[in-house]
Nanobody
Framework: VQVVESGGGLVRAGDSLRLSCEANGVTHRDTVVAWFRQSPVKEREFVAAIRWCGSSTYYADSVKGRFNISRDSTRNTVYLQMNSLNVEETAAYYC??????????????????WGQGTQVTVSS
C-alpha cells in the first residue's frame, strides 16, 4: 500500500483544516488507515483510524468530538477533518496503513506503510 498525505498548512487556534490521505494498492477491506502526529517534543501519537470498508472509526480521546475521519471509496482517499484546533496540535501529521483483522492497534510500530507527512501549524 502506498499512502500520500496532503492538506496541511498554517491556521489559527480555533480554525478547521482537512487532511487527505490517498491510499493506493489496498486489497483487503479490513485494512486500517490511521492518522498519527508527531511534534519535536512528543513521540508519534495516534490520532484516528478507519477500516477501509468504512465500518468502524477510532479516535484518540484528545480529539473525540472535534476530529472526524472518513473515507471516499471512489477516490481511494481517507480524510481527517480537524475542528477547533489548538496550538498544542501543531505537528507533522502522518497517514499509515496496515491490514489488521480484529484489533485496531494505536502504536505506530504496527503499521508498515507510511506517507511522508504533512505539516500542520496552529498559531495563537
Amino acid at each position: 500500500v502506498q499512502v500520500v498525505e496532503s492538506g496541511g498548512g498554517l491556521v489559527r487556534a480555533g480554525d478547521s483544516l482537512r487532511l487527505s490521505c490517498e491510499a493506493n494498492g489496498v486489497t483487503h477491506r479490513d485494512t486500517v488507515v490511521a492518522w498519527f502526529r508527531q511534534s519535536p517534543v512528543k513521540e508519534r501519537e495516534f490520532v484516528a483510524a478507519i477500516r477501509w470498508c468504512g465500518s468502524s472509526t477510532y479516535y484518540a480521546d484528545s480529539v473525540k468530538g472535534r476530529f472526524n475521519i472518513s473515507r471516499d471509496s471512489t477516490r481511494n482517499t481517507v480524510y481527517l477533518q480537524m475542528n477547533s484546533l489548538n496550538v498544542e496540535e501543531t505537528a507533522a501529521y502522518y497517514c499509515a496503513a496496515e491490514y489488521h483483522g480484529r484489533i485496531v492497534p494505536r502504536a505506530p510500530r504496527y503499521y508498515g506503510s507510511w506517507g511522508q507527512g504533512t505539516q500542520v501549524t496552529v498559531s495563537s
